[in-house]
Structures are given as C-alpha cells and as structure tokens.
C-alpha cells in the first residue's frame, strides 16, 4: 500500500489539505516528528474539517521510528535538488513518499545517504523554487497511484 510521510510539517493547511488528500485516496498519512502546530489546531481541522474520521494518522517520534514501524517499505524522498523527475521513477505499491519541511526540504545527509531513491517534480521557470507542500504531494501521490493501478480496483 502507498503511503505519505511529511517530515516536521510547519504550515497547518498544508497538512489539513494533505491529509484530505490522503483520505480520499486511502493512503495512510505519517506525520514525523515536531509539526509546530497541534493537529486540531483549526486551520489543519479547516482544511479536511469533514474528512478527519477518514484519514488513517499516524504518528512518529523520527525517522527511525517511521522506518521500524513500515519494515516491508521501499522509502522514495521528493527533492527540489535531485535530478530525476518524478516521471522517470517506476512506483511500487509499497512505497512511501517523503516529503519534508516546506522552508528546508530534508536533511541534506538523508538525501545524500538515499540519493539513489531521490526524486523531483520539474519545473519549466527556473525562477520559481519549488512548489506548495500540499501540491506537490497531490503530483506525486496521483502518479504512483496510477503507476500501481489503484484506481482499477
């Protein structure tokens, strides 16, 4: 089963928008780490405010702790800093997308220890940084989505 990892997620709506993302794909979402904010805090419950009972939550102390509690999972981490685009990667149904901090991204020793498993949405105005969180996780969920034929259930 596909899953989403947000590592210490700051901006509340993100999440909230995230995780009624995930609830309406059934994708279970894994919050690692310190958010910032509380989870029912309003503007995340504002975001998904209707789709909370439907959003399979979990809950880590770090990665290592992700890591111990998905042991059959391949670990796929979204970078702005690699250079294979999300298009290019050949999804499985157990994989987690990791998607870390919407200021810092991961950790630059993650990515360098995963390189390999690093992947990017392309973006055609070299001007614009990266995307919005919430965006980038729907770009990417729904292509794994259809790579593993989830919708043809």
């Known amino acids: 089963m ?3 990892a947000l ?11 995230i995780a009624r993302l995930c609830a309406a794909t059934r ?5 690692v780490g310190a958010t910032g904010f509380r989870l029912d805090d309003r503007a995340v419950r504002r ?5 909370w009972p439907e959003v399979e939550l979990h809950r880590h102390r770090d990665l ?9 999972t391949r670990f796929i981490y979204l970078t702005t800093k690699a ?3 999300y298009t290019d990667w050949s999804f499985q149904s157990n994989d987690c997308l990791i ?6 991204g991961l950790p630059e020793e993650l990515l360098s220890a995963n390189w390999d498993r690093c992947i990017t949405i392309p973006m055609l105005n070299p001007k614009v940084r990266s995307l919005n969180l919430a965006t980038a996780v729907a770009i990417v969920l729904y292509e ?10």
Do not use: C, M, W
């Open 7 to 17: 590592v210490e997620p700051e901006i509340p709506p993100n999440t909230g928008n």
């Open 2 to 4: 596909l899953q989403v």
């Open 64 to 72: 290592e702790a992700l890591k111990a509690a998905l042991l059959n």
């Open 83 to 85: 250079e294979r685009a």
């Open 27 to 31: 994708v279970p979402l894994h919050i």
């Open 47 to 51: 975001a998904g405010l209707d789709y």
């Open 144 to 153: 794994a989505l259809r790579q593993t034929s989830a919708f043809n259930h």
């Open 99 to 104: 998607f870390g901090r919407e200021t810092r």
